[in-house]
């Protein structure tokens, strides 16, 4: 019985198509990342009162003076336009070359707080003589509590360069005035709302650096000093970035169950025309030794032999025309729809084996009848002969 194991051979397929289904659902990266501008004031759960809300910045200056009669310490931050910017710090470390020259570090720290917007500004004077000046500026990473992570963003700058270097400029910019380092800040949000038990949300603050502008003359300084001004100018939109799932658990299970319905009605559909190639095969090249479950096909679909089909009482295959004598059948369904212009051929053929088992009992009865009518009339003969005999005596 082939269309058994063909069966059997689909069912065993089907945990390896089920196992396909869960990898295709379940082997993506079900993530979902959003990145949108939106005011601050929609958002919800944002504490403006905290002052290290957005984490820190940290801005690191070098520079050097070719001579060790100057202080590090004369190298002055003022936090006072920086009203976004909390608890600020800043430590210098100076470093003497050989009694020739003095190189300083100064390392400003300072928190972002919630409430930072507009514009806020450090302003560093430095001695005149200190013209080359090196930057770093070190942010918090906004999307992760890991300190290890942060942005980092350094250049130089110095008086322009000019060919005859008897004339060349130097910074002489003012408190007023002062050379500036411009950057623009973002403020940054990240909601980590994959795992819905263990939501994250991440603040802080993205710069850009827009460039520098320098206040340079060839005449120098007055007050023997220049000031530099490192200014960040806050959007007023806030960047916030979401993690999420892409599909819920439950319709990915949907999902992957929806994918074996169709998976085994594919299989069906293959199954049921790999049956017909297989019984075209066996009709076309073993006419005479069809497997039972090919011929049945055939006859049934084709609505031929119906004595193949028909089973007595036992559950036996048996044969109506054999065990009847002297019955006519018509066998051909095409010639009986010719005959009565009637096209379920099939209902025809069942009625005639049915009237043709109905005049079978009827001959019987007939036979019945007329030996029992000789037998009347023999009865009556010797009822004849015995009144004769009575009537002679």
Known sequence: M????????????LPFVLGIAAVQTF?????????TLVPFITLENINTNNTVLYKSLNITLETYAP???FDCNQILPSFSLAQGLTECSYQSYPTKFEQSAIFCQVSMHCFVSG???????IDIQFPAIMQKIKWSVITSSWESSDPSKSSVMHSSFG??????ESSSPSLVGTKTKPTTVSFGVVRSRFEDRFDTNKEITEHGIQLSYLGVSKNEDKIGTADESHHVSFIFDVEESVFVKTHQQRVETLTR?????ALLLSAISGMRFFKTYLELIIDTICLRCYPKNLPNDVRDRKDVLEERNLKHVVHNRTGHRGSIIQSVPNMKVVKNNKEIAEVEGNENAGDIEL???????GDLKYKKLEMQIQQQSEELKVMRKQIEE???RDIVI
């Not at 082939?2 to 397929?13: N, P, V």
């Not at 082997?27 to 979902?32: A, E, Q, V």
């Not at 009625?351 to 088992?357: D, G, R």
């Open 2 to 13: 082939y269309d058994s194991r063909l069966g059997a051979a689909f069912t065993i397929a």
């Open 27 to 35: 082997g993506t990266r079900n993530l979902l990342v959003t990145k």
């Open 67 to 69: 001579s060790t009669d």
């Open 115 to 121: 409430g930072v917007r507009g514009r806020n500004t």
């Open 159 to 164: 008086p322009s360069i000019a060919k005859n």
């Open 253 to 257: 299970v949907a999902t992957m169950f």
């Open 351 to 357: 009625a005639n084996i049915e009237l043709a088992t």
């Open 386 to 388: 015995l009144l004769t």
